[in-house]
């Protein structure tokens, strides 16, 4: 059964960091893409980073681009999104998504999502 699960958020103030994590099961992910996206009160999910091991692919949003890195460990299965100066118009919540066939446009699986709220 794949898994996607999402943890590291939290309360944070503005110019703080954070990282979160994707624990990931049931499939393989050297040989999948990761991607993490974010949903804002009253607006739509939005894709901030994507990652392929396989294709050795990184990217993030515009938006995030400087302040965010996308990271995994193939061999304990995880995906990490480190958050650096954080601000408030980051706040929302977190999901990792799984694409098992493509690069982060074909999603198959997603988690809960984690909540970040940054603080002014």
């Known amino acids: 059964e794949v898994q996607l699960v999402e943890s590291g958020g939290g309360l944070v103030q503005a110019g703080g960091s954070l990282r979160l994590s994707c624990t990931t099961s049931?499939?393989?992910?050297?040989?999948?893409?990761i991607a993490w996206f974010r949903q804002a009160p009253g607006k739509e999910r939005e894709i901030i980073s994507c990652?392929?091991?396989?294709?050795?692919?990184?990217r993030v949003a515009d938006s995030v681009m400087g302040r965010f890195t996308i990271s995994s460990d193939n061999a304990k299965n995880m995906v990490y999104l480190q958050m650096d100066n954080l601000k408030p118009e980051d706040t929302a919540v977190y999901y990792c998504?799984?694409?098992?066939?493509?690069?982060?446009?074909?999603?198959?699986?997603w988690g809960k999502g984690t909540l970040v709220t940054v603080s002014s």
């Open positions: 998504a799984a694409d098992l066939t493509h690069i982060c446009v074909n999603i198959n699986y």
């Open positions: 049931g499939f393989t992910l050297e040989d999948s893409s």
């Open positions: 990652i392929a091991s396989a294709a050795d692919y990184t």
